[in-house]
Each structure stands twice: as structure tokens, then as C-alpha cells.
């Protein structure tokens, strides 16, 4: 479940040194300016992330590198306009080096966003997250369901920023872009 958070909102949004004030260890994103807070992440779901970075960490060629806890930002001048973070995003590697000065990406520089579907995130992961990376032009966005069943989605970005229909994986696939991935769901049952 998402809530408004029972915190100060700044009147002309949320900047950069706003957003350092917010307590740490909460889960948050920001949604048409609003800032919005989900419950800690479950053992299982950070399980599941991490076997899935894992996985990209070994075929992601030398450029491009999986993180966890990362941000995608869209500010509107100083102030954060629109905040996702993602189970999982890849990037640069130049991002993620000692002595990187940010730990969050432009949606250009993101080449793949995965989101693990828990029962407090249904509805973004599934229809909200899909609408926006693609308008971002995130290339690939992956949906990792376990619940009932494990099933992978992958959404390949299209003309008009959308995603075309989704391709759907119970068994070991692979995948051509942004770079070859192959991913068995077997890894998650």
C-alpha cells in the first residue's frame, strides 16, 4: 500500500535538499510532485531482487552495470517533479564507481527498469510503472510475478513511447536487447 507521507511538503515541491531530509530508511517516490511512501520491502521480495541482479550483474556487458536502490528523477527546474525507484535498474557503469556523484538516473540513461510484484505494489508495478518508463523511454522493463505463479513479462519499448504488448515467460528465455539477457523463472520457484 502507498500513502501520502505525514510529512512536510514543501510548497514549491521537493528539491534535492528536501528530499536529504526525509528519515532514512523510507521507502519513497515521487508522483506528480507528490511524495509518496510504501511499506520495507519484504525478505522474499529482496531475495527475488537480488537473484535477478545477479543474473543481469553476470550478462551485462562491460558499460552497463544492475543496481538495487536506485532512483530515476525528472526534475522540473530545482525541484523533483517526478521520482521512481525501481527493484532493480541498469545504467552506466560510470554511475555506479567510486567517487560517482549521484545515486540516481536520467530515464536516458536507464536501459532496463525490473520491478518484483508484491501484494502492496499490484497496481503500480503492473500498470502505473509500465505507462511511465515507457513514456520515459526506458528500453526494457521487466515484471517479475511469484505469486501464484512465476512469470516474467517483458515490455520492449515501441513507437509512440509505449510499450508493445508484453511478451510472458515461464520457462528459460532470452532476450536480444538492450544487451543478449537470458533468465530462467525456475531461479525464483
Known amino acids: 500500500m502507498t500513502a501520502a507521507v505525514g510529512l512536510y511538503e514543501p510548497p514549491d515541491g521537493w528539491s534535492d535538499e528536501e528530499l536529504v531530509q526525509v528519515p532514512e530508511g523510507v521507502h519513497y517516490e515521487i508522483e506528480d510532485g507528490r511524495l509518496v511512501v510504501s511499506p520495507r ?89 509500465v505507462a511511465v518508463y515507457a513514456a520515459w523511454g526506458i528500453p526494457l522493463y521487466l515484471r517479475l510475478e511469484t505469486e501464484p505463479e512465476v512469470i516474467c513479462y517483458a515490455y520492449r519499448l515501441g513507437g509512440n513511447k509505449t510499450y508493445e504488448k508484453p511478451t510472458e515467460h515461464r520457462d528459460l528465455f532470452t532476450l536480444e536487447e538492450p544487451f543478449q539477457i537470458q533468465i530462467d523463472p525456475a531461479l525464483w520457484r
Open 41 to 129: 520491502p519484504t525478505f522474499w521480495h529482496q531475495e527475488a531482487c537480488r537473484r535477478l541482479a545477479n543474473v543481469l550483474e553476470e550478462q551485462c556487458p562491460s558499460q552497463y552495470w544492475p543496481v538495487q536502490e536506485g532512483e530515476v528523477r525528472i526534475y522540473d527546474g530545482r525541484v523533483v517533479a517526478e521520482l521512481r525507484a525501481p527493484d532493480i535498474l541498469v545504467v552506466p557503469r560510470e554511475l555506479t564507481r567510486r567517487g560517482a556523484h549521484r545515486g540516481w538516473a536520467h530515464p536516458h540513461e536507464v536501459s532496463l527498469a525490473a520491478e518484483v510484484v508484491s501484494r502492496h505494489s499490484y497496481t503500480p508495478d503492473r500498470t502505473t510503472k
